[in-house]
């Protein structure tokens, strides 16, 4: 606040509603929607409730904006705030907005990302931001009788918050490139251009590829950690955390194991699961045959081979299909060689995935904090006390 005070040497904030067209400019007049089977391929992007959704041919506006996108949800969380620059099309589900030449768009733009709608938000279950109460969102203006101090304060908080921002942009294309490495490494350590491999079928490298059952009774669903009571994980067909389903007193899979999702849109998702754990329906579990293939072997030798579900209707994968399914193996004459060569490039690979997966060590992890710091800040800088509130205060 202190820093605030010092950019302000004085002068007062007032806040001025988007519909003051001496600050704002309203450019939703322009917006045009396009069914996807008509638009055109091209490089502008196609903004829409979800963002971009494409990138088409033509635009509708050109200049600096920020785009208000909607999906007629009254959730906050489903307001995204997006900063335009250049040429793009906006469809009927984003408001865009500008700041006139007393205004800097950026300062707008880091402002309506800690704006809440909701108290502006009319339609009930499937409420909607209206023009009509957008013009009513107000915007605190540093010191709006002089527009060169202001500018000049306006342009201050930009400097700061940007240097958060373009820290994190360059931290997520770094991520990016790393990822791309990786999958580049671990195609070529698969492909075994040097070293003699044959491709063997799954049911030929496992102890057993089974499909989860029921649910379990007793099973504390939702239950996030161990406890004395229920101590074993029951996973479920999700992906990431979600595959979590509970936790039980007792397990069906003794060994470490990789389970496959075997139904839905994610089918073919698959993940390592410590040894001691129960799987339910629409789950797969492949138990490595350790003298043959490493379970951690087994499940990057996965990433790189096309798992594919049934055709039509919902995708689905059977035990049977996934016995088929044939993976490389090193030396696999010699199960001692072959072993030390799996060790060999999944220490590789686990480095990779380490720098590019982790949330305690990795690149995702120092991308999150650096978001936390920007929010952090930003919402120092832009905690204008509204009409009243000094008062009260």
């Given at each position: 606040m202190r820093f605030l005070e010092k950019l302000l040497d004085g002068g007062q904030v007032e806040w001025k509603p988007l519909g003051d067209e001496e600050f704002f400019e309203i450019a939703n007049r322009g917006r045009k929607p396009v069914k996807q089977s008509l638009r055109v391929a091209g490089d502008t992007p196609y903004y829409g409730a979800n963002n971009i959704q494409d990138y088409v041919d033509g635009h509708t506006h050109e200049g600096e904006f920020v785009l208000i996108a909607e999906d007629g949800s009254a959730s906050l969380e489903n307001y995204s705030i997006q900063y335009a620059k250049g040429r793009f099309w906006a469809n009927n589900h984003v408001?865009?907005?500008?700041?006139?030449?007393?205004?800097?768009?950026?300062?707008?733009?880091?402002?309506?990302?800690?704006?809440?709608?909701?108290?502006?938000?009319?339609?009930?279950?499937?409420?909607?931001?209206?023009?009509?109460?957008?013009?009513?969102?107000?915007?605190?203006?540093?010191?709006?009788?002089?527009?060169?101090?202001?500018?000049?304060?306006?342009?201050?908080?930009?400097?700061?918050?940007?240097?958060?921002?373009?820290?994190?942009?360059?931290?997520?294309?770094?991520?990016?490139?790393?990822?791309?490495?990786?999958?580049?490494?671990?195609?070529?350590?698969?492909?075994?251009?040097?070293?003699?491999?044959?491709?063997?079928?799954l049911d030929d490298l496992c102890i057993s590829i089974t499909a989860g059952g029921d649910v379990p009774k007793p099973c504390a669903k939702g239950q996030t950690h161990p406890n004395d009571e229920y101590p074993y994980p029951v996973y479920a067909n999700a992906v990431g955390e979600g595959g979590l389903y509970g936790f039980t007193d007792s397990y069906k899979i003794e060994s470490d194991a990789v389970t496959v999702s075997a139904r839905g849109a994610k089918v073919g998702y698959h993940a390592i699961r410590e040894g001691k754990f129960t799987p339910i329906i629409r789950l797969l579990v492949l138990v490595a045959d350790k003298s043959l293939i490493s379970t951690a072997f087994l499940n990057y030798a996965l990433d790189m081979t096309l798992i594919g579900g049934t055709d039509g209707g919902i995708p689905q994968l059977t035990v049977p299909m996934v016995k088929k399914i044939m993976i490389p193996i090193p030396y696999p004459d010699d199960p001692r060689k072959s072993l030390a060569e799996q060790a060999r490039i999944v220490e590789i690979l686990d480095k990779f995935d380490t720098l590019t997966t982790s949330l305690s060590e990795g690149l995702p992890r120092e991308i999150e904090l650096r978001q936390k710091q920007y929010e952090y800040y930003r919402d120092l800088l832009l905690s204008f006390p509204k009409p009243g509130e000094a008062a009260e205060a």
């Open positions: 408001h865009v907005v500008r700041g006139n030449d007393q205004i800097n768009t950026r300062y707008l733009f880091h402002y309506l990302c800690i704006t809440n709608f909701q108290p502006y938000l009319s339609g009930g279950g499937r409420a909607k931001l209206t023009k009509g109460r957008l013009v009513e969102i107000s915007v605190p203006i540093p010191c709006p009788e002089e527009p060169e101090k202001s500018l000049a304060i306006q342009g201050e908080i930009v400097r700061i918050l940007d240097s958060f921002t373009e820290l994190t942009a360059e931290l997520t294309a770094e991520l990016e490139a790393r990822k791309k490495q990786s999958n580049h490494y671990r195609d070529h350590l698969l492909s075994f251009l040097d070293v003699e491999s044959t491709w063997i079928a």
